[in-house]
């Protein structure tokens, strides 16, 4: 564990997911590849484009509505439907087929083990602090068996604007009934987490998975109070 900054005194620890507790590459990427199956067989039209062009596709939605980009299962489930009338479909068949797709996303987006030394230091740290879950993602903590250990969980699109936007961190503060200055906020990501945090007043501490140094990333715009490389070394706040 690397100190940047004396900590103020810790009374609540507000959790990222995706990334933090779990390695979510895996993930995704069946995910992607569980629908790409699913609609090969269900909807052969989805083909007649390159995944390529349903990635830029996605992008230009992006571009042109950027709010989308706040509520991932929003701009995923636009991404099929407009795609869909783009390449044949009439919007009825658009919207049954992308309503369909989004359960088979649904399902996939939580197939998946919680790492063993996550749920052990998250029950640690709930008996000493309340917690609460703060993510872009659309992952379901109930699925992944993760519930039990927060107070509270805030999803971007669904509770306000995504990290690093103040709307999680603010809601997350008047869950816990505290200063924003006695709340930790753990994370991987330096924009969205580390820099998040420090604008909403919260301490930060940045968990470091790739292990290269802080000077060395370009998103290392403010300072964590905290720098960790695995979600174990939380225990030395016990």
Not at 221 to 236: G, V, W, Y
Request: with cysteine; hydrophobic share 40%.
């Amino acid at each position: 564990m690397r100190v940047y900054r004396r900590l103020q005194t810790i009374k609540a620890i507000t959790f990222d997911l995706d990334d933090t507790l779990y390695d979510n590459r895996p993930v995704i990427a069946r995910l992607e590849s569980e629908l790409t199956q699913w609609m090969t067989e269900h909807h052969p039209i989805f083909i007649s484009r390159p995944l390529s062009w349903w990635k830029a596709f996605k992008q230009e939605l992006a571009a042109k509505e950027p709010t989308l980009t706040h509520n991932v299962s929003l701009w995923r489930y636009e991404q099929l439907r407009r795609g869909l009338t783009q390449v044949g479909y009439s919007l009825e068949q658009a919207l049954q087929a992308a309503n369909d797709a989004m359960e088979v996303v649904s399902y996939w987006r939580s197939q998946f083990d919680v790492p063993k030394s996550s749920h052990d230091v998250l029950k640690e740290l709930s008996e000493k602090y309340p917690l609460v879950a703060i993510t872009n993602g659309n992952v379901n903590v109930d699925t992944i068996g993760l519930s039990g250990y927060f107070q509270a969980v805030f999803k971007s699109g669904f509770d306000g604007l995504a990290k690093p936007f103040p709307d999680l961190f603010a809601k997350a503060q008047k869950k816990l009934n505290l200063q924003s200055k006695h709340i930790l906020h753990v994370g991987d990501a330096l924009y969205s987490d580390v820099e998040g945090a420090k604008r909403a007043g919260f301490q930060a501490c940045w968990i470091n998975l790739t292990g290269t140094s802080l000077i060395h990333q370009p998103k290392a715009t403010l300072l964590p109070d905290l720098e960790i490389e695995d979600i174990s070394e939380l225990r030395s706040l016990l």
